[in-house]
T-cell receptor, first 113, second 113 residues
Framework: DVKVTQSSRYLVKRTGEKVFLECVQDMDHENMFWYRQDPGLGLRLIYF???????EKGDIPEGYSVSREKKERFSLILESASTNQTSMYLC????????????FGEGSWLTVV | QKEVEQDPGPLSVPEGAIVSLNCTYS??????FMWYRQYSRKGPELLMYTYSSGNKEDGRFTAQVDKSSKYISLFIRDSQPSDSATYLC?????????????FGKGTKLSVKP
């Protein structure tokens, strides 16, 4: 079974803190994604990566950065957390050219106070 | 006009009912159409995947694509309480980067015993 693992399920952070969300996949997927999901707004792409050290901005990259030093690991970084970044964050991964193979992790619930 | 429109519901049906979930879209270039199921506080999981027009059946689930009307549907026969979840449609154009996968906002379904 494909596994996309998000290391932190629930986090509470203070405004201004630096936050790291980690994601690991075990299927040798080229592509990895970070989404956030908010009620009424649906899933919005923050960043995606199609190869190690490669990244592309999604729809809402402001306030976020990413790191992909190894193929299996994709990190989302909030340099200075703000309350409007309180959300559910979803990591996903897939093979290139196989649109039916986008697998999601369980999600990380971040609350910024 | 938004690229993908999906009625958020909530939709409440009795056990055993036939459920119809729908999405409309505006981009005629979309060729791949997916339905994801998302249980509360979990990540989305791929349920059905269809390429171009036509029907696809998998057990109690049928996915239907009408490209002429830019309309996709997911039918659930003999609905069960375990089908209670949010259903997300998603679509992408042929050869498109998976970073361009577009999601609907989801329809929340509740199946009452």
């Amino acid at each position: 079974d494909v596994k996309v693992t998000q290391s932190s399920r629930y986090l509470v952070k203070r405004t201004g803190e630096k936050v790291f969300l980690e994601c690991v996949q075990d299927m040798d997927h080229e592509n990895m994604f970070w989404y956030r999901q908010d009620p009424g707004l649906g899933l919005r792409l923050i960043y995606f990566s199609y190869d190690v050290k490669m990244k592309e901005k999604g729809d809402i990259p402001e306030g976020y950065s990413v790191s992909r030093e190894k193929k299996e690991r994709f990190s989302l970084i909030l340099e200075s957390a703000s309350t409007n970044q309180t959300s559910m964050y979803l990591c996903a991964s897939s093979w290139t050219g196989e649109e039916d193979t986008i697998y999601f992790g369980e999600g990380s619930w971040l609350t910024v106070v | 006009q938004k690229e993908v429109e999906q009625d958020p519901g909530p939709l409440s049906v009795p056990e055993g009912a036939i459920v119809s979930l729908n999405c409309t879209y505006s981009n005629s270039a979309f060729q791949y159409f997916m339905w994801y199921r998302q249980y509360s506080r979990k990540g989305p999981e791929l349920l059905m995947y269809t390429y171009s027009s036509g029907n696809k059946e998998d057990g109690r689930f049928t996915a239907q694509v009408d490209k002429s009307s830019k309309y996709i549907s997911l039918f659930i026969r003999d609905s069960q309480p375990s089908d209670s979840a949010t259903y997300l449609c998603a679509m992408i154009n042929y050869g498109g980067s998976q970073g361009n996968l577009i999601f609907g906002k989801g329809t929340k379904l509740s199946v009452k015993p």
